[in-house]
């Protein structure tokens, strides 16, 4: 094992982060010292972590006399001064401002001089925290994620007043405890819980619009993005005391930002204590740990499927055709569609009422689908009705797309149907950061993909699903909702025909 970057680590706040801290900083080879004021949190943390090692040793994962030397390694402090030969202190007690300040203040006199101080707040400002400290270079935001020995990512957090040589250091030691530094400047939500912004609370609107229900958008973007959980499973599992306050927090860190806008359907959640499977309800119920699940409604028989006409001005128009002649459809080929035909339509980012409308296309005849991503690369199609549409060709339409057993699902009619929404949120709010340059476009796909889960970083997602198409969906959806959550950042504008992903950095 190499020498530790920091002999000597101090923890503050033993709790859920505390001691996942102290849990990697230990396993590097440093010395830890736990402190906290609840009179029991202490030996609970050293338990939990001495339970948890046995736990590798019996699996065969850890050697028994490493295990012995981790334990060794944890060492209790009954009060603050016994942090003095600390040459690190990591702080994760409550989130409240003033109190972070008064114990950097009470620290200060504490450790050396040239100790580092970091702290693991998720929302509040480095540099604020900083504010009284006589030396707040060598102090920054060490940020860590929920559990912090599988969550293999750290925001490394510069204050205005921060030194680089600290960043460097606690860099060095974040990779030695085997996790991947990423750096961020001192922003609302870091990278993390800022990029997180465009998932949650775009569903969250398609919901409060009325355009699907939660687990029909779960399904959506489960199967058609490759997310593991929905954005409403995740909900559930994050619980909605946690992931509320973020929400609000960032949103009013940043002036009432309307891209960042919460939704009024977690606030009335929140406030009935429907939190999510800690309380064994959030938006699906829960039963010895499982969801339960209402089964998925199947298509309908529906035996003379009329012919089906192809809008012009489809997306991905080739591949439309392709799959209808792959899955039997009659198909017409005239100018117009005769009078009998089923209407498609596979607009980026307008409604189907709307196209129905400019080209002037029978609406109770006029379908949609989301062509975004391409049919082989989705196990999933999404149709959407209009108002206007017909039940028989709505059947039609869904039991068309079923027959090669593919799931289907039908939502009601909307800007830039599920998928095009979230990814579009998603990638114009990972374009602002980059704007914002709140980090290395590198980072920020490094900080998503191991802070997050999402199976692409949130440029290569554009860069998938082509940045253009992306820029035509929020353009569009600008135009249909008139809202300014989908201005599209001047940083995708400016990337949009070169690829996002390209990864140097502008002169
Ligand atoms: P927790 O409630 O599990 O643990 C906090 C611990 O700090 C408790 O043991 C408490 O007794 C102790 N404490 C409170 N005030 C103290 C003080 N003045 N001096 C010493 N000890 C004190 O909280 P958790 O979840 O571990 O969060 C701690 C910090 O980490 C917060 O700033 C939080 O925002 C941040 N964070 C939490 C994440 C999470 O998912 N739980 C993720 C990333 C950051």
Redesign the pocket.
């Known amino acids: 094992m190499n020498t530790p970057r920091f002999h000597t680590v101090g923890i ?9 801290i102290a849990q990697i900083a230990a396993q590097a080879g440093s010395t830890v010292l736990l ?4 009179a029991d ?1 202490i030996a609970k ?1 050293r338990d939990a972590l001495g339970a948890q090692w046995d736990k590798l040793v019996d699996k065969g994962r850890l050697d028994a006399t490493d295990a012995a030397a981790h334990k060794q390694r944890l060492r209790p402090a009954a009060r ?1 001064a016994e942090l003095a030969g600390c040459d690190l202190v990591v ?5 409240k401002l003033d ?2 300040q ?2 950097f203040a009470e620290l200060e006199g504490v450790v050396g001089p040239d100790a580092v101080l970091a ?6 400002s480095v540099t604020a925290i900083a504010a009284g400290l006589k030396r707040p270079q060598r102090f920054a935001g060490y ?4 559990p912090v020995p599988l969550m293999k990512v750290v925001e490394v957090i510069a204050g205005l007043k921060t030194a680089a040589a600290t960043c460097a250091a606690l860099t060095d030691y974040a990779r030695q405890m085997g996790h991947t530094p990423v750096q961020a400047a001192d922003t609302p939500g870091f990278i993390v819980n800022h990029a997180g912004r465009g998932y949650g609370t775009e569903a969250l609107r398609i919901v409060s619009e009325g355009v699907a229900d939660f687990a029909t958008i779960d399904r959506i973007l489960r199967d058609q993005v490759g997310f593991k959980l929905g954005p409403f499973e995740l909900f559930d599992l994050t619980a909605l005391d ?1 992931s509320h306050p973020v929400m609000e927090s960032i949103f009013r860190q940043y002036y009432d930002e309307p891209r960042y806008r919460p939704s009024v359907i977690t606030a009335q959640r929140l406030a009935g204590g429907v939190l999510g499977r800690k309380t064994g309800e959030g938006f699906y119920r829960y039963v010895d740990g499982s969801a339960q699940l209402a089964p998925e409604p199947a298509a309908p028989r529906v035996d003379d499927i009329p012919p089906v006409w192809v809008s012009t001005r489809a997306a991905r128009r080739a591949e439309l055709y392709q799959l209808l002649k792959d899955l039997g459809a009659k198909i017409e080929t005239g100018q117009s569609p005769s009078p009998q035909a089923l209407t498609l339509v596979a607009p980026l980012g307008f409604d189907v009422t709307t196209v129905a409308v400019v080209e002037r296309l029978d609406p109770a005849r006029t379908i949609g689908i989301d062509m975004l991503v391409e049919d082989a690369a989705t196990r999933r199609r999404v149709l959407a009705t209009n108002p206007a549409t017909r039940s028989d060709m709505r059947d039609a339409a869904h039991a068309l797309f079923a027959r090669d057993g593919k799931a289907v699902s039908v939502i009601r009619d909307s800007g830039g149907f599920v998928t095009q929404r979230v990814v579009a949120t998603i990638v114009n709010i990972a374009a602002d950061i980059c704007q914002q340059r709140v980090c290395s476009p590198q980072d920020l796909e490094t900080a998503v993909t191991l802070g997050l889960g999402y199976p692409l970083g949130p440029l290569a997602m554009g860069d998938r699903w082509g940045p253009a198409n992306i820029l035509e969906v929020l353009f569009n959806l600008q135009t249909v909702y008139g809202d300014p959550r989908y201005r599209p950042s001047p940083w995708l504008r400016r990337r949009g025909a070169i690829g996002l992903s390209l990864m140097h950095e502008e002169a």
């Open positions: 503050v706040g033993t709790g859920a982060m505390g001691r996942g402190f906290d004021t609840q949190a943390a603050l702080e994760a007690i409550v989130e109190v972070k008064g114990l702290t693991n707040t998720s929302s509040l940020h860590f994620f929920n946690v």
